[in-house]
């Protein structure tokens, strides 16, 4: 596609559970981001990735939270034993290669942790 | 690492009036600055970016300055218009493979 994807756009998942986020990042994007954005708040870091150099975790909130990428295509977002605090939009990003150029955004995930 | 201030938080301007941001930056080795949109349900958005060798940039209604001494730069918007209403956020990024550290957001109202 022409821009990042992911999906779910909307998941409701109860407390307890564990939840899995996906991106698609624009073909030939080296770098890979994800942000959390809770209601009204800015963009909070949470993980990165550049090429198949070992991804930058230090914005994972907790053990609960990983995330893999293959290659330089999809990534996925896990995170286990959901919170009420992780009801948040989970963001993602792509860049042609990491701190260079536009970052692309895509719609993000709204999860909700009853 | 890299820590990035925005002011003000909100900011309402009428319709036709100017709009202004800054951004402060703690790395010295920053340099390259993007300015993202974001409206409602939809992700950020670039609207306009500087890199650390140039001290402006203008595009139509919007401009960026950036002074590397002081460690701030600003966004500008001429002519506001009601479909500027949105939050803006600054943020700051290096060559050698930091990643983007946003500002906390601005929400810019635009009265009609």
């Known amino acids: 596609g022409a821009g990042v994807s992911q999906s779910p756009s909307n998941k409701v998942t109860e407390k307890g559970k564990d939840v899995e986020l996906r991106c698609d990042p624009i073909s030939g994007h080296t770098a890979l981001y994800w942000y959390r954005q809770r209601l009204g708040q800015g963009l909070e870091f949470l993980i990165y990735f550049q090429g198949n150099s070992a991804p930058d975790k230090s914005g994972l909130p907790s053990d609960r939270f990983s995330a893999e990428r293959t290659g330089e295509s999809v990534s996925t977002l896990t995170i286990q034993r959901t919170q009420q605090e992780d009801s948040a939009v989970y963001l993602c990003?792509?860049?042609?290669?990491?701190?260079?150029?536009?970052?692309?955004f895509g719609q993000g995930t709204r999860l909700t942790v009853v | 690492g890299e820590n990035v201030e925005q002011h003000p938080s909100t900011l309402s301007v009428q319709e036709g009036d100017s709009a202004v941001i800054k951004c402060t930056y703690s790395?010295?080795?920053?340099?390259?600055f993007p300015w993202y949109k974001q409206e409602l349900g939809k992700g950020p958005q670039l609207i306009i970016d500087?890199?650390?060798?140039?001290g402006e940039k203008k595009d139509q209604r919007i401009a960026v300055t950036l002074n590397k001494t002081a460690k701030h730069f600003s966004l500008h918007i001429t002519e506001t218009q009601p479909e500027d209403s949105a939050v803006y956020f600054c943020?700051?990024?290096?060559?050698?493979?930091?990643?983007?550290?946003f500002g906390p957001g601005t929400r810019l109202s635009v009265l009609p």
């Open positions: 500087i890199r650390s060798n140039v």
């Open positions: 790395d010295s080795a920053s340099n390259y």
């Open positions: 990003a792509s860049s042609f290669r990491t701190g260079q150029g536009e970052a692309f």
């Open positions: 943020a700051a990024s290096d060559n050698y493979g930091q990643n983007f550290v």
